[in-house]
């Protein structure tokens, strides 16, 4: 199964995620679809290798938003494995050190 993560351009409220999402959800094979509109991405899943994003970003440049196929980032499932651990044992880092200089405080 692989996952994408696609830039749309143009959305400014919680109708313009829900509209995304209803004319992304039309397209078969696609799963797991959610917008973002803090990070304005629009993210699913696929197990179909066929998938026309070019059809895609058309549709959805109907409503008046930009789906930005050109920056398209495939995340295979090994590679974000690798992201999470990195990021797991940064926070892991900055939490203890954070507690390094609390518990002095706190007593």
């Known amino acids: 199964m692989k996952k994408y993560s696609i830039p749309v351009k143009g959305m400014t409220c919680a109708s313009c995620v829900a509209r995304v999402e209803k004319v992304a959800g039309k ?3 696609l799963k797991n679809i959610s917008v973002n509109l803090a990070t304005e991405k629009l993210n699913f ?3 179909n290798n ?3 994003l070019q059809e895609i970003a058309q549709s959805i440049n109907e409503y008046g938003y930009e789906l930005d196929i050109s920056s398209l980032q495939n995340k295979n ?4 494995t690798k992201d999470e651990t ?3 044992s940064d926070i892991k880092k900055d939490f203890q050190i954070s507690l390094f200089f609390t518990i002095p405080i706190f007593f």
Not at 77 to 80: F, G, L, N, W, Y
């Open 50 to 52: 066929n998938i026309n």
């Open 77 to 80: 499932d090994k590679s974000e």
């Open 27 to 29: 397209f078969e094979g």
């Open 45 to 47: 899943e696929t197990d």
């Open 86 to 88: 990195k990021d797991y």
